[in-house]
């Protein structure tokens, strides 16, 4: 009974099998062609017929004409315009040194500086007037012999045929003596010439650099004693490209034009705000060795800032290295750009109606921060100062009106005839005091 029901069991379970592997068949392949139908009767999407752009958001300052001054931006050198070293003209020994004769210390014209010893000389300048005095006594004598040999010739005269009176009247006697006379007065005023030179003294209003002078040493003619500079004028010699120099007045053309004004700053000295004044004197004749610029010299009156407050005009320095801010001749009928909107190839972007146009531009003159448009932008365009990615003329633009930020400072603006080229009057809108 057992084996029977054991054989009949495992028909039955292959059944069983069987079915469960047609069923999962007939479900696969029922699942694959269901997502056939569905994979080729899906709808497909079509293209719709209008396209959405969007604006792009940029910003924009307005353009104005006028006569602007433009600003050449250099550095330069300070020099003193009188620089000399005192050298003596005499020897001997030095007894007196004046106490404003130090480094730092200013002195005036004709204040004794340094005495050299002045025995020998005034010996001398005793020994010339006694040989002058004894020449003139022998002088006195000859006179008496003159009188006398006039009164010996008339009485010739009556007795002999006189050939040659001037040898009885001692004439080249006389005039030997006269010869000596002249002689001896020049050794006079020599004398008296070396012992005044003895005395050094200031030939002008001046700042004492350094000496080499102290008492007791000896010094020799040609000696090297101290070195001063003259304070009522320093120069700055700035060096420019020679395009510029064209754009310049200088003070030495005669013209009726004032000379070139000049803001002179030291950025890592003076505090900010600080400047001097100095103006354009003129042109030196020789490019710099070095950088092939053109060299400009500026004078600077009251270097030194006598009877002037150090807070706001501060001493300059001999060899110190300033900004030069040249103020040019104006330029009329221009447009003044900030030189960041300028674009590749003299261009510019600017906003006409909500879309982009690009312009080429005529370009008279550039400084450190403009550019003097002639051409190719007009009063009242909009300027777009914010870069883009993508440009071509007719993008479609979201502007906003803005106002840039001033670059000059208000005691250091430049002349303007005109409106300001941005929206910002500040910079301009007086002439420079």
Known sequence: MGTETGQASKPSSQKRRWITVVVCTAIIVLTFFVLQIIYFTEPEAEAGGAVRRSAVLVETVQAETGTYQPVVTELGTVQAAQDVTLRPRVSGEIVEVSDSFQPGQVV??????????????????????SQLDQILAD???????????RDEL????????????????????????????KSAEAEVEQAALALERTKI??????????????????????????????????????TIP???????????????????????????????????????????????????????????ENP????????????????????ARIFC??????????????RDRNTIW?????????????????????AYVRSGIANGDHIVKTQLRTVADGLELNAKRVEDEPIWPEQMKPQSGGASVITDRSPVESSVQ
Request: glycine share 8%; charged share 25%.
């Open 108 to 129: 005036s014209k004709g204040d004794m500086l340094v005495r050299i010893d002045p025995a020998d000389y005034e010996n001398a300048l005793i020994q010339a007037k």
């Open 139 to 149: 002088l006195a004598i000859e006179m008496g012999r003159q009188e006398q040999a």
């Open 154 to 181: 008339a009485f010739l005269e009556k007795e002999l045929e006189v050939t040659d009176p001037r040898l009885i009247l001692r004439e080249p006697q006389l005039a030997a003596m006269r010869a000596r006379i």
């Open 201 to 238: 003294v200031a030939p002008f209003d001046a700042q004492v650099l350094d000496i080499n002078a102290y008492v007791g040493s000896q010094v020799s003619p040609g000696d090297g004693m101290g070195r001063l500079i003259g304070m009522d004028e320093y120069w700055v010699i700035v």
């Open 242 to 300: 020679l395009s510029k120099v064209y754009w310049l007045n200088f003070s030495d053309q005669g013209s009726d034009q004032e000379a070139s004004k000049v803001i002179l700053r030291n950025h890592s000295a003076w505090p900010e705000g600080v400047y001097r004044e100095g103006r354009v004197q003129r042109l030196i004749g020789t490019l710099d060795e070095t950088t092939r610029l053109a060299r400009v010299l500026v004078s600077v």
């Open 304 to 323: 030194l800032a006598r009877g002037l407050s150090t807070d706001t005009h501060p001493p300059l320095l001999v060899g110190a290295v300033l900004e």
């Open 329 to 342: 001749r104006p330029i009329e009928g221009v447009a003044r750009v900030k030189r960041d909107y300028v």
């Open 350 to 370: 600017l906003d006409q109606d909500s879309g982009l146009k690009v312009n080429e531009l005529d370009i008279v003159f550039q400084d450190s921060d403009y």
